[in-house]
């Protein structure tokens, strides 16, 4: 009576299923990373940005009409410029910058159409309050806090700072 040898022995198989599984483990995490698609893609915090700084010219330009309110105004001028700062911060940090920040834009956004209001501008704060909450659920980590402490300004800004 002979014993046929297998084809194919133990030690062999262990070593191809291994590689096999290996190999869709690779696969598999490389197909999570980041596509072209996302590459080309603009930063979500992106939109933030340009919000941001124009609320800050918003208020600006409504500090020259009602002096009154002068103190208000600035300070949600002041916020509004340092949240467009921090957005611009983490979308270079994304970027992988490696010099040290400075802000990309030292000139603001002026808003267009009829002069703004202060009803115009509690609007634009109220959207951006909602706008950053919502960007902020779709995030996590850093980013995510970010947009909820802006969020939490915006609130702020509107119910307290504006009459």
Do not use: K, N
């Amino acid at each position: 009576m002979s014993l046929e040898r297998p084809a194919v022995s133990r030690r062999t198989l262990l070593r191809w299923s291994s590689i096999a599984v290996g190999g869709l483990g690779l696969a598999t995490t490389t197909a999570c990373g980041v596509s072209d698609d996302d590459a080309d893609r603009p930063d979500p915090l992106e939109s933030q940005i340009t919000r941001a700084r124009t609320d800050a010219a918003i208020a600006t330009t409504l500090i020259a009409r009602d002096p009154g309110l002068a103190g208000a105004l600035g300070t949600i001028a002041s916020e509004r410029t340092a949240h467009a700062d921090a957005l611009e911060a983490e979308v270079a940090r994304m970027q992988g910058a490696t010099t040290s920040f400075t802000p990309s834009s030292t000139t603001t956004v002026t808003p267009t159409g009829d002069a703004a209001g202060l009803e115009q501008l509690r609007e634009r704060l109220t959207r951006s309050q909602r706008e950053a909450a919502d960007l902020a659920r779709t995030l996590s980590g850093y980013r995510a806090g970010l947009l909820a402490s802006i969020s939490a300004s915006c609130a702020v800004q509107t119910e307290v700072l504006l009459p």
